[in-house]
């Protein structure tokens, strides 16, 4: 596979994490849930006012992972009192990886994994937390 790029996702691209937040969520779990659920979900979830909350927190970032100029997958990271529960100064937590499911098994989400990692070394994490 070409060489995957990961880009800082800024509010100027609201339309594309919107897009790669649908489809991703939906081929995860549109199998498990009814076809209202999913869309009640799909449309609140990832609304243009959640997620320019998302993008405009100061202690939540968001990264895509980008195939040939097309996003293929994202992170999202939360920091202090944006994770969703320890809300630990000096912990990071992984809020969201998600990748296309045609590209499961090329180890995009480990290169997203490595990111975190990285970030969370530059801000002298002492640990890092999956949120589910």
Do not use: C, P
């Not at 970032?61 to 097309?70: G, P, Q, R, V």
């Not at 320890?86 to 997203?112: M, N, P, S, T």
């Amino acid at each position: 596979m070409d060489s995957i790029d990961i880009k800082r996702v800024s509010l100027s691209d609201i339309d594309l994490l919107q897009k790669i937040s649908r489809q991703t969520f939906f081929e995860t779990f549109s199998s498990r849930n009814t076809e209202e659920n999913m869309k009640k979900y799909l449309e609140e979830g990832f609304s243009n006012d959640k997620l320019t909350a998302e993008l405009t927190d100061k202690n939540a970032e968001f990264y895509f992972a980008i195939l040939d100029n097309t996003v293929i997958g994202y992170l999202k990271l939360n920091f202090g009192q944006s994770q969703t529960e320890l809300k630990d100064d000096k912990a990071l937590e992984i809020e969201r990886i998600y990748v296309l499911k045609e590209f499961h098994g090329k180890k995009v989400g480990q290169i997203l994994y490595e990111k975190a990692i990285q970030i969370a070394k530059q801000a002298n994490a002492d640990y890092v937390w999956l949120g589910v």
